[in-house]
């Protein structure tokens, strides 16, 4: 049983279909409300997330927290923002 919210830190995150999403990395708080908004997964699962980017999975997707997470959804497949290129840095001369 989880005691504080901090430990969800580093636990593992699977989907509703039992695929592993990644690990929770960070919680994304609302501070004024004092509430968990979200949980921010890191290391994911190239299947399910374009370049195994990190992603913020908000807190109502969450079907239950044990020893694990299982998500009560999430999309079939996350890509990348397409059009949107980083800026080139500037050399300095």
């Avoid at 989880?2 to 699977?14: K, R």
């Avoid at 409300?33 to 807190?59: A, D, H, M, R, Y």
């Amino acid at each position: 049983m989880l005691t504080e919210a901090s430990d969800m830190i580093g636990l593992q995150v699977y989907t509703n279909q039992g695929t592993y999403l990644g690990n929770i990395s960070n919680l994304v708080v609302e501070v004024d409300e004092n509430k968990v908004q979200g949980l921010f997964i890191s290391g994911t699962n190239p299947l399910l997330v374009e370049g195994s980017k990190s992603v913020n999975v908000p807190f109502r997707w969450i079907g239950s927290i044990g020893d694990i997470v299982i998500l009560k959804y999430f999309p079939k497949r996350v890509a990348l923002k397409r059009g949107s290129k980083p800026k080139a840095e500037k050399k300095e001369a």
